[in-house]
C-alpha cells in the first residue's frame, strides 16, 4: 500500500469530479476523520488517515484490501470507478437521474437509462456528464454517464437513451467474483 503519485491523484480526481465536482474537497479536508487514497496493487482504496498509518505495519503482500475500494487503475493507465465508491458519489452527486419502478431492474441488469424510465432529473445536466441514477424512493442504485443534455432529453424518443450506464448495484452479483480480487 502506498500513497497516489501525483499522476494518479491527477486522474482519480478528475475522474471523481466528474461525478462530485468541488466536493472533492469534502472527502479529503474533514478534521475530524481525514482520509486519504492508497493504491494496492492496481486499486485506489479511501481509508481514514489513522486505519492507513496502522496498515504500514502490514506487507504489501499479505494487505488484501482496506477501507473502501473508489476504482482500479487499467492496464493503459485509467481509471475505472467501481460500485463500491457509490455510497460517497451519490452523497455528494452534481446531477442526478430518478427512474421509475419500471425500470429499475433493466438498469440493475446492466442497461443504459431510457427516456421512457426516467421520473425526473436534475437541471442543466450537460452532455456527457457524471450522473448518479436514483430509484423514485431516492436509494441510489448506480451511476453513469450522460448521452444527452436535459434540454434534449425533453425532446428524445421513449426508447432514446439517456444515460449511458457505467456501473450499478446488480455488479455485486453479477461480478461478485472479480469484484474484488
Request: a positive charge.
Amino acid at each position: 500500500m502506498r500513497p497516489l503519485t501525483e499522476e494518479e491523484t491527477k486522474v482519480v480526481f478528475e475522474k471523481l469530479a466528474n461525478y462530485i465536482g468541488r466536493n472533492i474537497a469534502a472527502l479529503i479536508d474533514n478534521p475530524e476523520n481525514p482520509h486519504v487514497f492508497r493504491l494496492q496493487k492496481d486499486r485506489v482504496y479511501y481509508v481514514s488517515e489513522q486505519v492507513a498509518n496502522f496498515a504500514t505495519s502490514v506487507s504489501r503482500q499479505n494487505l488484501m484490501s482496506l477501507g473502501t475500494c473508489f476504482g482500479k487503475f487499467t492496464k493503459t493507465g485509467k481509471f475505472k470507478l467501481h460500485i463500491t465508491a457509490l455510497p460517497y458519489l451519490s452523497q455528494y452527486a452534481k446531477y442526478k437521474i430518478w427512474i421509475k419502478q419500471n425500470g429499475e431492474m433493466p438498469f440493475l441488469y446492466g442497461n443504459h437509462v431510457l427516456k421512457a424510465h426516467i421520473g425526473r432529473m436534475s437541471d442543466d445536466i450537460p452532455e456527457h456528464a457524471g450522473v448518479i441514477v436514483y430509484s423514485m424512493g431516492d436509494i441510489p442504485l448506480g451511476f453513469g454517464v450522460s448521452a444527452k443534455s436535459t434540454h434534449e432529453a425533453r425532446n428524445v424518443a421513449p426508447t432514446g437513451i439517456i444515460a449511458f450506464r457505467q456501473g450499478d448495484i446488480g455488479e455485486y452479483l453479477r461480478e461478485e467474483d472479480t469484484l474484488f480480487t
